[in-house]
């Protein structure tokens, strides 16, 4: 791919070919996921002191990454991702054509010099390196956050309405999801159409820019040189620590904890050694993936096991005997359960020893009254310590349907809790507008699972009227409609709508 940008023009060593700023940017795209996916699994181990961290991920890597790039910018004249390519960015020079390729070659330090970025440039480029990416990942999250609602649930249930006594921040929410749902996509295409753009006119020689940003800020990707390497070795010498000043102890300036040292010497080496991180990385990584897809994991597990004499489980939950009467005592007594579970046993009754006595003829036993069928009571607030409404759980034969519409799963969605829904009918029930919570709020819907509390309550209220409690205000003040929960647990959705999870099937 280099050589088709050479058919016309002379060999130009210094210019790196498409293929290698492709691989670049591949790999610096997968850094953040690669970390973010590692952070999530440090969480569930310790999400008392992960869990705020993980959720400001982005905000956390851009920060962390504004300094990794701003010292490699300095240092190395590159990215993080480019000088592991070997890639330096450079100024343009404002001459025609952008070239002084005998200069080049005569005096390759003095034009280093000439075309190393200064220090607005590096501002520039780290907007465009840092910014420009954390930016687009923030709009393309809240675009697949907002944009799917209504073009799922449908015109009839808009909530996107500015209401008339509005604040300052519903104003900039509304604005803000306009600016999603009719300017971003456009902005979206335009932007991966220039990058396109700009890519063929790099791979025929008619540009020396690879991206437009990198046309906006005048910089573009070289090749590094020996006059390079051969300042980034200087560079990289141990600066000589200040002796010691007057009034401090011999040594004291020395230490890696002092500040001036800490950031003249350990600080630069530390970021600089993640040169060596990234590689190695690399190798962990492909190496594990070829363990857990080769089948010399599964051998090796499988020899090592082949001689462990394993007990047998013990299964918890194993039906209790019930201990015999006793003879002597009173028959009358409750057998008792015992802590044993049942198991085979023998008997020790001799054949030759005479048959036991039969006790006297106790009187029958009095029948007990037969165990009420179990009624599901409904969750509890323990806020307003009211019932919440809730739809009964799906059962093996039923899990196919939504709990709520009972019908066919449409665009499956879960809930924090586990459930999965239609994504119109959870959604509503959070939002508290589903037609089910509004009929039985009303007092005009019918629960029946709930009917036997409804009548309960009903009883308790001797000074009302039939008639009026059908026209009153229903069940308000008395059961809360599972507004902000899920439907079938009744416990609380974090976020609201936005905690709801599309299910890839």
């Known amino acids: 791919m280099e050589f088709m940008s050479n058919l016309q023009r002379g060999l130009d060593e210094q210019k790196p070919s498409l293929f290698e700023l492709l691989s670049e940017q591949q790999l610096a795209g997968l850094i953040p ?6 952070l999530a699994i440090a969480t569930h181990r310790r999400p008392r002191y992960l869990l705020r961290i993980l959720n400001s991920f982005d905000e956390i890597y851009a920060l962390l990454m504004l300094a990794v790039e701003r010292h490699y910018l300095q240092t190395y004249g590159g990215g993080f991702t480019e000088n592991f390519y070997g890639l330096k960015r450079e100024r343009v020079l404002r001459i025609k054509g952008g070239e002084a390729p005998r200069a080049s070659k005569a005096a390759p330090a003095l034009m280093r010099e000439a075309l190393r970025l200064k220090k607005r440039d ?17 709009l393309d999250e809240s675009y697949d956050i907002h944009i799917p609602q209504a073009s799922i649930i449908g015109p009839q249930y808009n909530r996107n309405t500015l209401p008339p006594n509005a604040t300052l921040r519903e104003r900039i929410i509304y604005y803000y999801k306009w600016f999603l749902r009719n300017v971003y996509p456009s902005i979206n295409a335009a932007y991966y159409f220039s990058l396109l753009a700009f890519n063929l006119a790099y791979l025929f020689d008619n540009t020396k820019y690879f991206s437009p940003f990198l046309w906006l800020v005048g910089t573009r990707i070289r090749r590094m040189g020996q006059a390079d390497y051969r300042a980034i070795a200087i560079a990289e010498q141990t600066p000589v620590p200040p002796t010691s000043r007057p009034g401090t102890r011999p040594g004291q300036t020395n230490s890696i904890w002092h500040p001036a040292t800490f950031l003249s010497v350990v600080y630069p080496r530390l970021l600089s050694s993640l040169r060596l991180l990234l590689p190695t990385s690399i190798f962990a990584l492909k190496f594990l993936e070829w363990w857990h897809a080769s089948d010399f994991a599964r051998q090796l597990s499988r020899k090592a096991t082949e001689g462990l004499d394993l007990p047998p489980p013990i299964v918890s939950g194993m039906p209790m005997k019930k201990a015999p009467h006793s003879i002597s005592g009173d028959d009358n007594k409750t057998p008792q359960m015992t802590s044993r579970p049942l198991k085979p046993t023998t008997n020790t009754v001799s054949l030759s020893s005479p048959p036991p006595t039969q006790s006297p003829a106790s009187p029958p036993p009095v029948d007990s009254p037969s165990p009420q069928p179990h009624k599901p009571t409904p969750p509890i607030s323990s806020t307003s310590h009211l019932p919440i409404l809730t739809v009964p759980a799906p059962t093996p034969q ?12 449409q665009t499956p969605t879960s809930a924090q809790t586990g459930y999965v829904f239609c994504y119109a009918c959870i959604f509503k029930w959070v939002d508290g507008v589903h037609e089910r919570q509004e009929a039985f709020m009303a007092h005009g819907g019918g629960e029946e699972r ?32 599972g507004k902000g929960r899920c439907a079938v647990t009744g416990r609380r959705v974090l976020g609201g709508t936005d905690g709801l999870r599309r299910v890839m099937v």
Request: aromatic fraction near 8%.
């Open 450 to 481: 709930w009917g036997e509390e409804e009548d309960d309550d009903d009883d308790d209220d001797e000074f009302e009227s039939p008639d009026e409690g059908k026209r009153g205000q229903g069940r308000e003040g008395k059961w809360e409609s």
């Open 33 to 38: 996921p690669s970390l973010r996916y590692l």
């Open 398 to 409: 039923t899990s196919s349907l939504c709990p709520i519409c009972l019908g066919a799963i």
């Open 122 to 138: 590096v501002w520039k480029n780290l907007a465009i390196m840092v910014g420009l990416p954390y930016l687009k990942r923030k």
